[in-house]
């Protein structure tokens, strides 16, 4: 399967099983984001958005970030397949998902 090719609905299940947490968000027509809200303190919160950068940087994928009082939120889809769901989404939701617990982030 083509990385930046949009997934089929039953893939999008079976990967979104394996990232507990994480929910897909529909969007209109086949568009989706992949999210998450973590909980922490404002500061680690900030410290963990730089980390994600740097793996988005590693990556060349990006997400939006949404830094909160307590909470740093996550939304990713691939523009480049029209705002649908593909692996790189997944590829960067499961390398933020394998930090977060060095961050405390819950
Ligand atoms: C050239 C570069 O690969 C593209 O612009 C990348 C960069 N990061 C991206 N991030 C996301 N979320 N979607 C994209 O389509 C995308 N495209």
């Known amino acids: 399967m083509p990385y930046a090719e949009p997934l089929p609905p ?3 299940s079976l990967r979104l099983a394996e990232l507990p947490g994480w929910e897909v968000v529909p969007g209109p027509g086949d568009a989706a984001t992949l999210r998450r809200t973590y909980h922490l303190p404002h500061l680690p919160a900030a410290i963990f958005a ?3 950068a740097g793996i988005q940087a590693e990556l060349d994928h990006h997400s939006d970030l949404t830094l909160g009082y ?3 939120s ?3 889809t691939t523009h480049a ?3 649908r769901l593909t692996p790189k989404d997944f590829a960067l939701a ?3 998902h394998s930090v977060a617990p060095a961050h405390s982030a819950t």
């Open 10 to 12: 039953h893939e999008i």
């Open 50 to 52: 730089l980390h994600i």
């Open 70 to 72: 307590d909470t740093l």
């Open 74 to 76: 996550v939304s990713v």
């Open 81 to 83: 397949a029209g705002g």
């Open 94 to 96: 499961t390398r933020i």
